[in-house]
């Protein structure tokens, strides 16, 4: 079929099939002609593609459900990858959801000052896993924007499997390095305030996040992904195995790194200094994309992820 009769069928706009296309989410035929060719498989994923709009998934998320439909599988979200994706939505609807319900907590305190009564504050949540309504959201300082660009220095740094990693010879191809100030442990305290410094919380969280989405930021190009942080060895490799990390965690606890490249720090009751939450894209020796400020950080290997496949797709067009 056309492109038009596939549009029609499909209910949607001529525009959005070849928007589609561009994205590698449909590959129609070429006839002798020059003319697009397309099949009910086509139709399918077109439909799939329009229904998770219409449930707020959009078409640069929709590449694991048509992928999913390629392989066999009658519904579309029979498999990991898809149910991911639905996770992410979810988690930025709580988000969401947590910003009106902290307005309306507000707005409820002011009311009850107003009438004359006493507010109790809810008391404050200690879950190392989970991230507490109404953080607060960090800035852009802009101590982030001289990095793109610049090589990465010549270090070697160990790494929670004992090994040590060379920043200046990661490799070919790209590198995700995330960076944040460091993680709870069951049953050990978090420095005093944590939850009051804009962007520190939700370590572990981002941790698990990166976990859940490793195959996909694989797949999308990234040939190797690293936590970092000034934690040493022993205290990472616990974690990597606690979480069940599919990836290593590099230790710079001189902060030689943020020293090299002048990147963002902050100080906490017991720490006179810890990495501010950043995340670099490195390929081929130099940054090429910096994420900073990064919030909420348990959705933001979803950042990632979409950043890395929109940059194989210009690549691909190029």
Same mark, same amino acid.
């Given at each position: 079929m056309r492109i038009g009769e596939l549009a029609a069928r499909a209910g949607v706009t001529v525009k959005a099939v070849r928007y589609y296309e561009r994205l590698?989410?449909?590959?129609?035929?070429?006839e002798a002609n020059g003319y697009r060719s397309f099949t009910e498989d086509h139709l399918r994923a077109v439909a799939e593609i329009r229904q998770l709009s219409e449930i707020g998934?959009?078409?640069?998320?929709?590449?694991?459900?048509?992928?999913?439909?390629?392989?066999?599988h009658e519904h579309s979200d029979?498999?990991?990858?898809?149910?991911?994706?639905?996770?992410?939505?979810?988690?930025e609807l709580d988000r969401m959801i947590a910003a009106l319900s902290s307005r309306r907590q507000i707005?409820?305190?002011?009311?009850?000052?107003?009438?004359?009564?006493?507010?109790?504050?809810?008391t404050t949540m200690t879950d190392y896993t989970t991230l507490p309504d109404g953080l607060p959201v960090p800035e852009d300082?802009?101590?982030?924007?001289? !990095?793109?660009?610049? =090589?990465?220095?010549?270090?070697?740094? +160990?790494?929670?499997?004992?090994?040590? *990693? $060379? @920043?200046?010879? !990661?490799?070919t191809g =790209?590198?995700?390095?995330?960076?944040? +100030?460091?993680?709870?442990?069951?049953? *050990? $305290? @978090?420095?005093?305030?944590w939850d009051a410094i804009p962007g520190a919380r939700g370590c572990s969280t981002e941790a698990c996040d990166f976990r859940d989405h490793f195959e996909d930021l694989r797949r999308a190009g990234a040939q190797r992904v690293f936590g970092l942080s000034s934690q040493d060895p022993a205290y990472q490799q616990e974690v990597v195995e606690r979480l069940?990390?599919?990836?290593?965690?590099?230790s710079d606890d001189?902060?030689?790194?943020?020293?090299?490249?002048?990147?963002?720090?902050?100080?906490?009751?017991?720490?006179?200094r810890l990495y501010a939450r950043l995340t670099l894209i490195v390929g081929d020796g130099r940054i090429e994309h910096v994420f900073y400020p990064i919030f909420p950080p348990n959705a933001h290997a979803q950042q990632v992820l979409d950043w890395l496949i929109q940059a194989k797709s210009e690549e691909t067009e190029l």
């Open positions: 590698g989410l449909v590959e129609p035929a070429r998934i959009s078409p640069l998320r929709a590449a694991p459900f048509i992928e999913c439909l390629d392989t066999g029979q498999c990991v990858s898809s149910l991911a994706v639905y996770r992410d939505t979810i988690v707005l409820q305190e002011r009311l009850d000052q107003g009438a004359g009564r006493s507010f109790e504050k809810e300082d802009s101590a982030a924007d001289h !990095l793109p660009g610049q =090589r990465m220095p010549q270090l070697e740094l +160990p790494v929670s499997d004992g090994g040590t *990693v $060379d @920043l200046a010879g !990661l490799g =790209r590198t995700v390095i995330y960076l944040y +100030p460091l993680t709870g442990q069951p049953g *050990v $305290d @978090l420095p005093e305030g069940r990390l599919p990836f290593a965690m590099i001189a902060l030689a790194l943020a020293d090299a490249l002048r990147l963002p720090t902050f100080s906490a009751p017991g720490h006179d």
